[in-house]
């Protein structure tokens, strides 16, 4: 095990001194900000912050590491990923990078692979990597076509257990919302989910059935105490409007749980006027959006022999200014949807700020990878530095936001429960038994 920058003290009590925390991830510690920063001591006791004080305060007596100002970050919340698709694209790429490759592509490997022990070694793998990056707390979707739902929601639970002091993790049935005609199909899946405390999802498609299609899904999600967490609209179409639907669907059921929706591409595409009058109906119906920048970016305008003309992302700061609650996300990772990543939020981070244009000021931008998502999963808990939590922390040698976007930080400390953990990376050539190299 190796500390690139730092060591902290190996004590039960001690003080990370003259630490620059992002303001919008931290609560209940008032200090002059510069840019979104502010100065600290962190006083750390049995695996918890006991303590927020100005730099130089923290009692004398406790062991030290003094920071020079270098960023203290809460772990991080991934709040959209697909962990059963990971790392399949050694073995099934994308032919041509679009949508549609992807689809065909996923479903070939699914088909011919997706075994419980297949999708277990990459799940693993997956969650090696985002543990050792720093995160606390992942949503995964899991493809939920029959027989498919049964095999991998199993797997999940098993995981689930097995991580529960390293990763919070939850899931979120994947299938497309026609598939709910078959009626035994889908009470079984809804029976599963709600057996297996996970979440009711689906891709929504433009359709004549569309708005019946909405009330099933919200009905059976109610009659079962299940929130919803759904693939919207991803696509350059201005005509897709799916999302207003489900906006509309939720003011129409007058459903109370909460509401997800992920990627809305086409309201980026769409005249000012219409995309304005959507962003209300979603502040209205209180849904969250989460943007996943770097999937949509590679999949979205992509024609053979054209340059994109977009960025294919969704209106993140109309939604935000609205009161929206948004975060951004990893989403796929070495699969035919994401040929690349890591899933690291770090990098999601750096590229959610380019591709967004969340800088300028940057002073509340660090929320979208930490108190934002995890606010929106229910754990208010986490995701952010406060006295009486755990010190779940990431540690960095980049003391501002110019050092911090700069370069990738792969020499962080990652403390959980006030302990350095062990950061090395699992080699890919550990997946080659079942993936090819």
């Known amino acids: 095990m190796s500390y690139s920058f730092i060591s902290p003290p190996n004590a039960r009590r001690f003080v990370l001194s003259n630490a620059t925390l992002p303001a919008a991830a931290v609560a209940g510690y ?83 692979h997706w075994s419980a022990g297949d999708v277990k070694k990459r799940m693993e793998f997956s969650l090696r990597c985002a543990y050792a990056h720093g995160t606390s707390l992942i949503r995964t979707h899991l493809d939920s076509l029959a027989p498919q739902h049964r095999i991998s929601f199993e797997l999940f639970a098993e995981m689930r257990d097995v991580w529960k002091d390293r990763i919070a993790l ?37 359709s004549a059935d569309l708005e019946s299609q909405l009330d099933t899904l919200f009905k059976a999600a109610a009659d079962n105490g299940l929130d919803i967490d759904l693939h919207v609209d991803e696509t350059d179409d201005p005509a897709a409007e799916t999302l207003k639907a489900i906006a509309q669907a939720v003011l129409r059921n007058r459903f109370d749980g909460t509401v997800t929706a992920g990627h809305c591409c086409s309201l ?19 849904l969250a959006i989460v943007s996943l920048p770097m999937c949509n970016l590679y999949l979205q305008d992509r024609y053979p022999g054209r340059t994109p003309r977009w960025r294919g992302v969704t209106l993140f700061h109309e939604l935000a200014a609205a009161g929206v609650a948004t975060a951004v ?35 509340t931008a660090a929320r979208v990878v ?18 009486g939590t755990a010190a779940d922390l990431v540690l960095f040698s980049a003391r501002r936001w110019s050092e911090f976007l700069s370069r990738p930080q792969s020499d962080r400390v990652v403390l959980r429960r006030g302990k350095v953990i062990d950061r090395s990376l699992p080699d890919y050539r550990e997946l080659d038994s079942i993936v090819g190299a």
Not at 174 to 179: A, G, I, T, V, Y
Not at 180 to 205: E, S
Not at 370 to 387: E, F, K
């Open 268 to 286: 980026a595409r769409q005249d000012g006027e219409t995309a304005k009058r959507t962003v209300e109906l979603v502040a209205e119906a209180r």
């Open 370 to 387: 930490t108190t934002s998502p995890a606010d929106i999963l229910g754990r208010p808990d986490m995701g952010r530095i406060a006295v």
């Open 170 to 206: 939850e899931a979120v049935a994947l299938f497309p919302l026609e598939n709910m005609a078959d009626t035994a199909y889908f009470a079984d899946l809804v029976g599963l989910v709600r057996k297996k405390g996970g979440l009711i999802g689906g891709v929504t498609r433009m």
């Open 30 to 112: 008032e200090a002059p900000a510069a840019e979104g920063l502010v100065r600290a001591d962190i006083v750390i006791a049995d695996g918890m912050i006991s303590a927020l004080l100005p730099p130089g305060e923290a009692p004398v007596e406790l062991a030290k590491s003094d920071l020079k100002e270098g960023m203290v970050w809460p772990c991080f919340t991934d709040m959209h990923t697909h962990l059963d698709k990971g790392h399949i694209w050694p073995r099934n790429a994308n032919p041509d990078g679009n949508f549609q490759g992807a689809l065909e592509a996923v479903r070939a490997d699914r088909e011919a």
């Open 329 to 363: 996300a990893s989403d796929n990772t070495r699969d035919p949807f994401y040929a690349y990543g890591d899933l690291d939020p770090v990098e999601v981070f750096r590229e959610a700020v380019r591709m967004l244009h969340l800088d300028h000021p940057l002073d």
